[in-house]
Nanobody, 113 residues
């Protein structure tokens, strides 16, 4: 069994930054691509960013390009999401996903003045 735990969420003013972390533990026998999703109030969950196993290939939803950066540390089984120039529309719960199967419980991000 694999467990994912996100951290780093919180309340931040517009224009501010946050760094989310997702630590994986448990029976990790293989490396997987990793993703960050978010779900805003009243909206469907959407893919925000993804990164391949080696960390060389990243993809972002258009609304966060140039502001968010996904990265990973395979030795530490951790994936990160650096979020800069945050906007109120970035508010929501952020979820980490490992491969096609494993989800974390989420961490809340609130961007508000």
């Amino acid at each position: 069994q694999v467990q994912l735990v996100e951290s780093g969420g919180g309340l931040v003013q517009p224009g501010g930054s946050l760094r989310l972390s997702c630590a994986a533990s448990g029976s990790i026998s293989d490396l997987y691509y990793m993703s960050w999703f978010r779900q805003a109030p009243g909206k469907q969950r959407e893919l925000v960013a993804s990164i391949n196993i080696g960390g060389e290939i990243t993809n972002y939803v258009d609304s966060v390009k140039g502001r968010f950066t996904i990265s990973r540390d395979n030795a530490a089984n951790t994936v990160y999401l650096q979020m800069n120039s945050l906007k109120p529309e970035d508010t929501g719960f952020y979820y980490c996903k490992m491969g096609p199967t494993y989800w974390g419980p989420g961490t809340q991000v609130i961007v508000s003045s």
